[in-house]
Each structure stands twice: as C-alpha cells, then as structure tokens.
C-alpha cells in the first residue's frame, strides 16, 4: 500500500473551488426525492400521510399490527417480544419477524399504540433517508461534488426501480436499507483511514447501528470486506488510537442491538424450516435463463445494470490508478460480492433459499460510487486536455445522446420513474371493508375465527393480519399467510400443505380440530374447502364474501369453548393480561384454548401454570392446576 492516508478521490482536494452551489444541488436531490416520496400517498399526500387508513401493499399490514404490540412492550417492559392471544390461539411476537422492527420504531413517537399515520410518516422518512446514505458514502469515499451527485442520482434510479419499488410495496425494503447502511458504513471506514476524526467515527458507529438494526444476516456478509479493510489499512495506524476507535464503533453496534438481538437469536427455532425451493430460483441453470430471469427487470433496467457495471469496472481501474486503493477494493469487493451472490441465489437453491437473489440492488449501489467516478474523471480529463480534448468531449455526448435517441423506449420508461410514483394502496376497499363489517355483524368474542390462508405472491397484501385490531376478535390465520414461524403450523392452510387435503378430513376431524381451536365461524376461500365445510353438519353457512375471490362465512354449531377441560370463562386477553373467571378444575385441572410460552405466570399463587400437549399440536396448551375453584385469574408473561 503506497498510497497517501490523507488524498481523496481525484478533484476533491481542489479547496479553492466555490462551494456555494452544492448545498443546493443537495436540497434539489431532496427537493426530488420527497416529490416522489409524497407521490406514494396519492393526489393529497399530506391527508393521506395523517388520515387512519394503513398501506395494504404487501406486508406493510402485517408490520403495522405486529410492530404495534413491539412498540408497546417496549415502552411498557423494556424488550419487543411478547405474548399475543389474539392469534394463532395465542403465539410470542419475537424480532424473527424482521419488518416489524421498522414499524416498532415508527410507532414509538405515538406512543407504541396502533396508528397508520405514525406508520405512513416514518415511511416516507426511510424513503428520504436514501440520499442522505447515498451522499454519506460518497463523501466519506472522498468523491468530490459532481461525482457524489452524479451517484446520487444514479442510486435513486435504481430505488425507484422494480428492485427497490418492489421491496417498498412488498414491505420488505428493510434489507435495501440495511444494504445503503453498509455502503454508508463503507465510505465512513474509508474516511475514517483518510483522516480519523470524531465526526468519521460517529459515522462508523451510526451506520454500523443502523446496519445492525435493519438486517443482522447482511453484515457478516459484509465480514470479508470488513476484514479485508481492516487488514489492509490497519498497519498505517496507532493500535492505541485509531484500532481501539475503530473496534469500539464495530463493537459498540452490536451492544446497542442487543436489547433485541438477543431474543432474535434466542428464538430462532421458531422460525419454520426453509421451503423446499425458493421462487426466484431458476429451474433451467444456462446463460440465456440466467439472462432472462425476471431478477434484471425490463429492458430499461438491463441496460442501467450494464452500463453500472462496466462503468463501475472502469471506475475502480481509475481510482486504483489514482492512489485510491482502498475505496477502489472496498467498493469493487461489494459490487462484485453482491452481484455474485445474486447471480447465485436464482442459480443455486441453497442460497436461493436464504434470498440471495435481493442482492442485485446492493450490488448496483455500490457499483455507482465507481461508475459515477469514472464519467465525471473521464469527462474532466478531457476538458482540461485544451481545445482537442473537448471536441472528444463534444463528440463523446453527442454519441450518447444518439445513443438515447435510438432508445427512447429505455429513456421514456426513467423519465416516468423520474416523475411520479405510483401510488400505494391506502385503506380498505370495499369488498375488505364489507368482510370486515360482516365479521362484527356476525361474530363475537366468545370464540375464534378461523381465516382459510391462501398462497400469496411477495407483493400481495397480508392485510387480515389487522382483522384483529378491525374487528375486535381474535383468529386462527391471516396474520403468517406465509408459514414463516412454526406457530402458524396450527393454520388450516399449513396442515393442508402437509399432505392432509381437506377432502380427507371426517366429519370428526373438523370437530375436533374446531374444538381443540375454539373456532367458532370459518371464512373460507377455496372451492375445496368451501365445499368441505358445506358439507359437515356442524357448521352452516351465514354469508358470502369476497376478497379478489369469492368464500363464505361459516357458524360453527357447538364450539369448543375457550375451557378444553373443566371450567373457565374469558373475560379479556390483551398483550399485558388474559384474566379467567369461573375456573372451575376437573381432576384439579382446567385446561385452556391457549398455547402455552415459558415465563406464563398465574396469579392468585395457588394456581400452578404449565404446558399441556394435545393432539398432534407441538405447542402444547396452558394448564391450570388448582385444588378449588377460583372466581378469577390472571395470567400473565414475561421474559
């Protein structure tokens, strides 16, 4: 390593130059973003952000309703995990649903409670967070100013692509979050070599945290790179100084996720196994599929990826030539390790699996550092080149601009990009609004709902995953559509998948499952199980109902009641609290239609609380064991 610690990118050390105009090219790109941002919301953003109707694209549901229980144990206890009886016949909220993390921390300002608006507002702040990482790794790379706005704007062509719109509207974008975190991190380690001081190493730490708490799995991806740096640059610096700064940044990430990241790892296992094959995994594995994957977008797309890369290519030659070896090494290593990653993860089912295949944003990120670098290097090179240098100049836009010319298509489709957002879907429409008005008209507390899931692409809403705050009861199904944690295994569409197709299903089946459940009306959606129902005498059919498919709902005829074993009357169940009257034992044991978790308590202290297994649930059910009868009980849960 010969290069000098303290040179930035090519033309950024030029002080003298007039600095003026950069702080309004920073609000513009802002200015930009925020118009786009807004555009999310419809034709009257600023209602529509503050208005009670939440985003139904996706997962965003889902989110909202679990990170509205996460916020609210935080405030309250201290810790995001916590007991929710009003799913899954009761099942534990833990960070292993990644999303809601972002949701927790928006609905903290609100007080931890439900509210689309806090949810829609902090929203839109991710969205405008993504320049400001952007500009932060640019600068901290030591790019001068045209160059980091060049960047800039690359990287919003490619938010604003199927990549980073997808993951918005599926409600995911965390990990493209997480991902400009570590790009940010990147351009902070390499300012933080350049020049150590306190600013570049509270931006190590603040990346580093937000990395951390956006999506853990990404940063030891990120390991070798981190390494790489390390090894590299380290043996330029004080071990008393700069290595003991740099190692309390790192380390002091991890401390300050650790209120959650400790359950994250800790209840792991309740993650469902990986399916068997991952959707974007490619059955025929040859060039001409790799390339034709749905993975690169349209053409517009392909051709932005292809000129990133060989730009990005040339970037990295220049900076390396320049004496800018390690952001020349950092950013190609992130590039070329994201790209590879991607490339694997529509190729190779083992990686396909974990969801590789959402590298390909990452890796177009970093590679517009070093692509942005090489155009404004290239073009600067020739206007100070004199007079023949600037014909080149003249000659070389008047190539690209033919270029574009003669695909107008590829151009028309990042000018649309560049203009508007299309919107988000807001609110209930009027099929769900009819189900959910039919669910209270219908139904009451006194037992549960079983929602039939049905198999739902990645941008599909996940919107009954707030059926519970709407109507007010509690469901089996509709919040985990997907199966991602092993509670939902309990779920009719989960035992379906096992090999169990309901035709199979007597009549003493059903009865025992709705029993075991406490179900007390079916909201059902596929022919196959509308017409199974049908067909059992136990339940009968109230209403038809309809949600991009028709289904009925159902009345179960003698529901289990909440009480499997002697008896008990549920008098409320939130997250803090389920309190029992009427327990009367049977056999000096009352068992419950509620999944037992280590840490239940019961109070008064004469009744013992413990798990009961039943039946092919794994879960297993609360027992109360008492030797008289108690008019009330409390139970509770705590870590």
């Given at each position: 390593m010969d290069e000098s610690a303290a040179r930035p990118a090519d033309g950024s050390a030029d002080r003298s130059a007039a600095l003026r105009p950069w702080p309004l090219a920073w609000l513009a790109v802002l200015a930009w973003q925020l118009w786009l941002t807004l555009g999310l919301y419809g034709t009257q953003p600023l209602a529509a952000l503050t208005d009670d109707r939440p985003v139904m694209d996706g997962a965003h549901p889902q989110n909202l309703y679990l990170g509205s229980l996460g916020a609210a144990s935080l405030l309250e206890r201290g810790y995001t995990t916590v007991y929710d009886p009003n799913n899954l016949s009761g099942f534990l909220k833990t960070p292993i649903f990644d999303g809601s993390r972002l949701a927790e921390l928006f609905l903290l300002p609100a007080g931890g409670v439900?509210?689309?608006?806090?949810?829609?507002?902090?929203?839109?702040?991710?969205?405008?967070?993504?320049?400001?990482?952007?500009?932060?790794?640019?600068?901290?790379?030591?790019?001068?100013?045209?160059?980091?706005?060049?960047?800039?704007?690359?990287?919003?062509?490619?938010?604003?692509?199927?990549?980073?719109?997808g993951a918005l509207e599926a409600g995911d974008s965390e990990i493209l979050l997480a991902a400009l975190a570590g790009l940010a991190h990147v351009g902070c380690l390499i300012a933080f070599h350049r020049q150590p001081s306190m600013a570049n190493w509270l931006g190590l730490l603040l990346t580093a945290c937000l990395g951390w708490f956006l999506q853990p799995l990404l940063f030891p991806i990120a390991l070798p790179i981190l390494l790489g740096y390390y090894l590299s640059v380290g043996v330029k610096h004080d071990f008393l100084t700069w290595h003991a700064a740099f190692w309390l940044a790192e380390q002091s990430a991890v401390a300050i996720n650790l209120y959650w990241l400790v359950d994250w790892v800790g209840y792991w296992w309740l993650r469902s196994p990986l399916p068997s094959a991952a959707n974007a995994v490619l059955s025929h594995r040859t060039f001409a599929s790799v390339w034709n994957a749905p993975l690169w977008g349209g053409p517009a797309d392909r051709t932005l990826t292809i000129s990133l890369m060989i730009s990005a290519l040339a970037g990295v030659i220049i900076l390396n030539?320049?004496?800018?070896?390690?952001?020349?090494?950092?950013?190609?290593?992130?590039?070329?390790?994201?790209?590879?990653?991607?490339?694997?993860?529509?190729?190779?089912?083992?990686?396909?699996?974990?969801?590789t295949a959402d590298l390909l944003a990452p890796a177009l990120w970093f590679a517009t550092l070093p692509a942005a670098h090489a155009w404004v290097f290239t073009a600067r090179k020739l206007w100070e080149a004199g007079r023949p240098g600037r014909v080149g100049l003249v000659l070389l836009l008047g190539l690209v601009a033919i270029g574009l010319t003669v695909m107008r298509d590829t151009v028309s489709c990042m000018s649309g990009r560049c203009a508007y957002a299309q919107p988000l879907a807001l609110g209930l429409n009027a099929d769900r609004q009819d189900v959910v008005d039919k669910l209270v008209h219908h139904t009451d507390a006194s037992a549960r709902i079983l929602w039939e899931d049905r198999p739902l692409a990645r941008s599909d809403s996940r919107w009954a995953a707030l059926l519970p705050v709407l109507t007010g009861r509690s469901f089996v199904g509709g919040l985990d559509p997907d199966g991602f944690i092993e509670p939902s295994s309990v779920c009719l569409n989960n035992l379906l998948r096992e090999g169990r197709p309901i035709a199979s299903w007597k009549d003493a089946d059903l009865d025992k499952y709705c029993k075991r459940y406490n179900i007390g009306w079916v909201v059902a959606w596929s022919p196959a199980v509308i017409d199974r129902f049908a067909a059992w005498p136990g339940v009968e059919k109230l209403e038809p109902v309809r949600d991009d498919v028709s289904g009925w709902l159902f009345r179960v005829k003698q529901p289990g009641g909440f009480a499997l074993k002697g008896r008990a009357e549920l008098v409320e169940a939130t997250t803090r609290y389920i309190t029992l009257k009427g327990v009367e034992p049977e056999g000096g044991v009352v068992v419950l239609s509620l999944h037992y978790q280590a840490g239940m308590r019961a109070s008064p202290g004469r009744v013992q609380i413990e798990a009961e297994k039943s039946g092919d649930d794994f879960i297993g059910f609360v027992r109360l064991r008492l030797a008289e009868p108690a008019a009330r009980v409390t139970i509770t849960w705590q870590k």
């Open positions: 439900y509210q689309p608006a806090a949810y829609k507002i902090g929203l839109a702040c991710v969205c405008l967070l993504v320049p400001i990482l952007l500009i932060v790794a640019c600068r901290g790379a030591g790019l001068d100013h045209p160059t980091t706005l060049v960047a800039t704007l690359l990287g919003l062509l490619v938010w604003w692509g199927p990549l980073g719109r030539q320049t004496r800018q070896r390690p952001a020349a090494r950092l950013l190609a290593m992130g590039a070329a390790g994201a790209l590879v990653l991607a490339l694997l993860g529509i190729s190779w089912e083992p990686l396909g699996q974990v969801g």
